[in-house]
């Protein structure tokens, strides 16, 4: 197989640019430990629209008005129980927050 100058450059480029990608995720990865605690529990996108039994616009309103607290590695999105606990706190009755506990056993969880 003979690849030219040109097409060998644009492979060459295209190689470099994920390269940098997978270093930026490793980056994000490696420092996880200022981002989660021990035995900390996560969500990602798909997994709090199903528990909230919201669409994934709704997730991402929240996001961007600041409701919801959330943070990125690579180009996923995560959100810690802990934080989903508060959100769904605030803005549910008492009952209605014991039940959301109790039918997805996030209590007393770290």
Do not use: C, H
Not at 19 to 43: A, C, M, P, R
Not at 90 to 102: G, H, I, N, P
């Amino acid at each position: 197989m003979y690849i030219d100058n040109e097409n060998f450059e644009k492979w060459m480029e295209k190689l470099s640019k994920k390269l940098t990608e997978i270093g930026q995720d490793l980056k994000s990865l490696i420092n996880t430990d200022k981002v989660l605690d021990d035995n900390e529990k996560i969500l990602d996108n798909q997994d709090l629209a199903f528990l909230l039994k919201v669409s994934f616009r709704t997730l991402q309103r929240y996001r961007v008005s600041g409701q919801l607290p959330y943070f990125t590695i690579g180009k996923k999105t995560y959100y810690r129980a802990n934080d989903i606990r508060a959100f769904v706190r605030e803005r549910a009755d008492f009952q209605t927050y014991k039940q959301f506990e109790k039918a997805n056993q996030l209590e007393n969880q770290p």
